[in-house]
Nanobody, 123 residues
Framework: VQLQASGGGLVQAGGSLRLSCAAS????????MGWFRQAPGKEREFVAA????????YYADSVKGRFTISRDNAKNTVYLQMNSLKPEDTAVYYC?????????????????WGQGTQVTVSS
């Protein structure tokens, strides 16, 4: 499946952004979808994941309570609503798809990746 992420930008600390990831070329509803991020000089890290129908979600502890992942299978799109943003949330955010296990947070679990969208949070 091909993935196209969008919605990044520059925001002040405490602000909000919503990322979108549009999928094409596959049966979107059969994929577990995830969001990852990579800050400069750091490894890519798991942010959130959502099951096929959206009934199950997982979050990194660092974003729990602030970020919400959702999906619209009719629109082949997954979203990441980010509230109460902090400077440490600054990173390139990637969406990814897998037919693997939702509880497996490793990036190796995900086969298909979007191109990334930059999120910058100023203090």
């Amino acid at each position: 499946v091909q993935l196209q992420a969008s919605g990044g930008g520059l925001v002040q600390a405490g602000g909000s952004l919503r990322l979108s990831c549009a999928a094409s070329g596959g049966t979107f509803s059969t994929y577990v979808m995830g969001w990852f991020r990579q800050a400069p000089g750091k490894e890519r890290e798991f942010v959130a994941a959502i099951s096929w129908r959206g009934g199950s979600t997982y979050y990194a502890d660092s974003v729990k309570g602030r970020f919400t992942i959702s999906r619209d299978n009719a629109k082949n799109t997954v979203y990441l609503q980010m509230n109460s943003l902090k400077p440490e949330d600054t990173a390139v955010y990637y969406c990814a798809a897998t037919r693997g296990t939702i509880s497996d947070r490793r990036s190796d679990n995900y086969r298909d990746w979007g191109q990334g969208t930059q999120v910058t949070v100023s203090s």
